[in-house]
C-alpha cells in the first residue's frame, strides 16, 4: 500500500510539474543542459555537453527534478526550463518509459519557440523483441532545432556520445589481463551470476571514472552489458563483447560481437578492435557544437 501511494504522489508531482512548464510564457535567455544525473551510474554522468565545452559550465539540470517531492527542487526545474534554451542529452532518453513524459513535454515546447537541441541521446527499448529493429522514435525529431542522436541508423545527424571528449581517453594503457568484466548496475543484484564469474575480473558502472576506464585500459577483451563500458572500451580499441540489455546496443556505428553471459567464452575469440573511432567521435562531436552554439547564439 505504502508504495502504491508513493507512486501515485509521484505521478501527481510529474504532471503538476509538467503542466505548469507548458502553462508558462517561455524564454530562450540562456542555455540549460539536461540529462541523467546519475552518481552510481558513470555513463550517465559523464555523457553530457556541460562537462566538456565552458560555455555550458555550471549550466546542467537533472532530467528526474521533475518528479523530486521538494517544492524548491520542482520549481527550480520550472524555472530554467521555462526561462531557457535547452540542449537534451546524452543518454538512452528515447523510447524509455522513465523518460516518455519529459521528451514528448520537449516537443510540444517547440511549438511555444523554444529552442531546443538533441546532443548525442538515443533509443532505449528494453523489449529484447524490439533488439535490432527499432523503425521509429517516440518523438517527432523534426520539430527541434538541432537533432544529432548516437544511433547511427535513425532519424537526425549521427553524433555519438560526447563522453569521448573527455582527456581520459588521451591516456596511454597497457594490457595487463586478457578479459574483463564490466557490469551494469543492475547485474550486480545477480548473485548466482556473480558467483558463477567470480574467477574473472571485473568492475561495474558504479565506479567511478577513473577506475573504470583504467580497468577497460588494461584489458584486452571487455565483456559488458553496459553501454558505456562498450562504448568507452570501442575509443580505446578494445576488444568487445556486448551482452545487450536495451536495444541501444544495436545501433553504435562500429558494431561488437553480441552474446549473452551464457555464451560469451565461447565468443571471445570472435572479438575485433576498431581503430580511429576515438578521433572520429571527437570531431563529429567538435562540428555539431559549432551548429548548436551558433543555432543557440550563445559563445
Same mark, same amino acid.
Given at each position: 500500500?505504502?508504495?502504491?501511494?508513493?507512486?501515485?504522489?509521484?505521478?501527481?508531482?510529474?504532471?503538476?510539474?509538467?503542466?505548469?512548464?507548458?502553462?508558462?510564457?517561455?524564454?530562450?535567455?540562456?542555455?540549460?543542459?539536461?540529462?541523467?544525473?546519475?552518481?552510481?551510474?558513470?555513463?550517465?554522468?559523464?555523457?553530457?555537453?556541460?562537462?566538456?565545452?565552458?560555455?555550458?559550465?555550471?549550466?546542467?539540470?537533472?532530467?528526474?527534478?521533475?518528479?523530486?517531492?521538494?517544492?524548491?527542487?520542482?520549481?527550480?526545474?520550472?524555472?530554467?526550463?521555462?526561462?531557457?534554451?535547452?540542449?537534451?542529452?546524452?543518454?538512452?532518453?528515447?523510447?524509455?518509459?522513465?523518460?516518455?513524459?519529459?521528451?514528448?513535454?520537449?516537443?510540444?515546447?517547440?511549438?511555444?519557440?523554444?529552442?531546443?537541441?538533441?546532443?548525442?541521446?538515443? +533509443?532505449?527499448?528494453?523489449?529484447?523483441?524490439?533488439? %535490432? !529493429?527499432? =523503425?521509429?522514435?517516440?518523438?517527432?525529431? *523534426? $520539430? #527541434?532545432?538541432?537533432?544529432?542522436?548516437?544511433?547511427?541508423?535513425?532519424?537526425?545527424?549521427?553524433?555519438?556520445?560526447?563522453?569521448?571528449?573527455?582527456?581520459?581517453?588521451?591516456?596511454?594503457?597497457?594490457?595487463?589481463?586478457?578479459?574483463?568484466?564490466?557490469?551494469?548496475?543492475?547485474?550486480?543484484?545477480?548473485?548466482?551470476?556473480?558467483?558463477?564469474?567470480?574467477?574473472?575480473?571485473?568492475?561495474?558502472?558504479?565506479?567511478?571514472?577513473?577506475?573504470?576506464?583504467?580497468?577497460?585500459?588494461?584489458?584486452?577483451?571487455?565483456?559488458?552489458?553496459?553501454? +558505456?563500458?562498450?562504448?568507452?572500451?570501442?575509443?580505446? %580499441? !578494445?576488444? =568487445?563483447?556486448?551482452?545487450?540489455?536495451? *536495444? $541501444? #546496443?544495436?545501433?553504435?556505428?562500429?558494431?561488437?560481437?553480441?552474446?549473452?553471459?551464457?555464451?560469451?567464452?565461447?565468443?571471445?575469440?570472435?572479438?575485433?578492435?576498431?581503430?580511429?573511432?576515438?578521433?572520429?567521435?571527437?570531431?563529429?562531436?567538435?562540428?555539431?557544437?559549432?551548429?548548436?552554439?551558433?543555432?543557440?547564439?550563445?559563445?
Amino acid at each position: 500500500m505504502k508504495n502504491i501511494l508513493s507512486s501515485l504522489k509521484r505521478k501527481r508531482i510529474k504532471n503538476k510539474t509538467i503542466n505548469a512548464i507548458l502553462n508558462t510564457d517561455q524564454q530562450n535567455n540562456s542555455v540549460i543542459n539536461l540529462h541523467r544525473i546519475d552518481r552510481n551510474n558513470v555513463g550517465d554522468f559523464y555523457c553530457a555537453p556541460h562537462l566538456y565545452f565552458d560555455v555550458l559550465k555550471g549550466k546542467s539540470l537533472d532530467i528526474f527534478d521533475y518528479k523530486v517531492d521538494d517544492k524548491n527542487v520542482t520549481a527550480n526545474f520550472i524555472k530554467k526550463i521555462s526561462n531557457n534554451s535547452l540542449i537534451i542529452g546524452g543518454g538512452g532518453l528515447l523510447n524509455r518509459s522513465g523518460f516518455s513524459k519529459q521528451m514528448k513535454m520537449f516537443e510540444k515546447l517547440t511549438d511555444k519557440n523554444k529552442k531546443i537541441v538533441l546532443w548525442g541521446l538515443g +533509443h532505449n527499448r528494453k523489449d529484447p523483441s524490439t533488439f %535490432n !529493429k527499432n =523503425v521509429a522514435y517516440n518523438i517527432k525529431t *523534426s $520539430k #527541434f532545432g538541432l537533432v544529432g542522436t548516437r544511433d547511427y541508423s535513425m532519424p537526425g545527424e549521427y553524433v555519438p556520445c560526447v563522453s569521448c571528449m573527455h582527456n581520459i581517453f588521451d591516456k596511454n594503457y597497457t594490457s595487463t589481463q586478457e578479459t574483463g568484466i564490466i557490469f551494469h548496475k543492475d547485474t550486480l543484484k545477480k548473485n548466482n551470476l556473480l558467483k558463477r564469474l567470480e574467477n574473472y575480473p571485473t568492475s561495474s558502472n558504479t565506479t567511478n571514472l577513473e577506475e573504470m576506464v583504467g580497468f577497460i585500459g588494461k584489458s584486452e577483451t571487455i565483456i559488458t552489458d553496459s553501454y +558505456h563500458a562498450m562504448y568507452w572500451s570501442m575509443l580505446l %580499441n !578494445k576488444k =568487445v563483447i556486448a551482452i545487450p540489455n536495451s *536495444s $541501444k #546496443f544495436y545501433d553504435f556505428k562500429y558494431k561488437p560481437v553480441f552474446s549473452s553471459f551464457d555464451n560469451f567464452e565461447n565468443d571471445i575469440k570472435k572479438g575485433q578492435s576498431y581503430s580511429g573511432i576515438l578521433e572520429e567521435c571527437r570531431e563529429i562531436n567538435h562540428n555539431f557544437a559549432h551548429k548548436v552554439f551558433n543555432y543557440l547564439n550563445v559563445s
